[in-house]
């Protein structure tokens, strides 16, 4: 794109349409592989930008969102172009950011800051917030400023041993039935319930369910393996049910559970005994709040 310096200073922060989807998922991936290709280690893999099919699902996954939170979604453009978006939502009285992307041409001029104060401001009156962050120093250090505590956060991967897998039982299939009680775990753990985030979740991931006369919980299973989100009454809840997603996890394949924080070492004993290797990977920031536990946070629902 061409800009002036003039353009940059002055961008238009507006509410996000139906019809930028496909625009701001370019803005995704085009900031995300640059923003890999910066902090990933020498030793790893060459970044990939994200398959169409994963493109088309982001897309789906953020309509949803702009549907129900419009007020939470926003572009920035400079001289008519999109080079920026961010995405919130507000359930009960905990703010979530979902997607914040500014493309590395207009960073450093405002345009970052701009974008997440109308985000923010969509949160006004809520006790709590949360976002799971990158190792993107320009955006660590926006949301400090904006008053979140960074507490770090960690990934499990590697070959799954299925030997090393114990039985598990106290575990069921779970359906939208269980909503109310997902949503009464979510507010003792969170503060908040996840809501109409349930209704998307069920539609896209498998459910499991423990609810024992000593504990209840849930978590939602990738489909590789590990949990998308896990959230319980007791940490021998919780461990069940990482234990069930992991055995989920494809014969002979790998797993990556993201989003462990040190508040949850129920869950590195998991890894560990697992024999998966731990890495850090980002931030859970949060404002108003203390890391939830036992729970596994979602990296865009919370």
Known sequence: MTTTS???????????????????????????????????PRSAPDPLAPSEEASLGWQERTGFTLRHDPGGCWVAEVAGELVGFATSSVRELTWMLHTYVVLPVVQGHGVGKALLDAALAHGQGCLRGMLSASLDPRAVRRY??????????????GPLDRALLPV????????????????????QRRGSA?????????GH?????????????????????????????????????LWECLAATPPGGSVSQQHL???NEWAIDVGMAARLSLRPDGY??????????????????G
């Open 144 to 157: 400090r400023l904006a008053g979140f505590s960074l507490h770090p956060q960690m990934t499990f991967e």
């Open 205 to 241: 991931a498998r459910l499991v369910v423990s609810d024992t006369g000593t504990g209840a919980g849930y978590a939602y299973v990738s489909p590789q393996g590990g949990a998308q989100l896990l959230a319980a009454t007791n940490r021998r809840t919780a461990a069940r049910l």
């Open 284 to 301: 859970l920031a949060l404002r108003g709040m203390k890391p939830p536990m036992p729970y596994v946070h979602h990296g865009v629902f």
């Open 6 to 40: 003039q353009d940059v200073r002055a961008p238009l922060i507006r509410p996000m349409r139906e019809d930028d989807l496909p625009a701001v998922a370019l803005i995704r991936r085009d900031g995300f592989l640059d923003l890999d290709q910066r902090v990933l």
């Open 194 to 202: 996840h809501g109409v985030d349930h209704e998307w979740l069920l």
């Open 261 to 263: 924080t040190a508040a």
């Open 168 to 187: 598990v039982d106290k575990v069921r299939e779970g359906s939208a039935a269980d909503v109310d009680l997902m949503n009464s775990i979510d507010r």
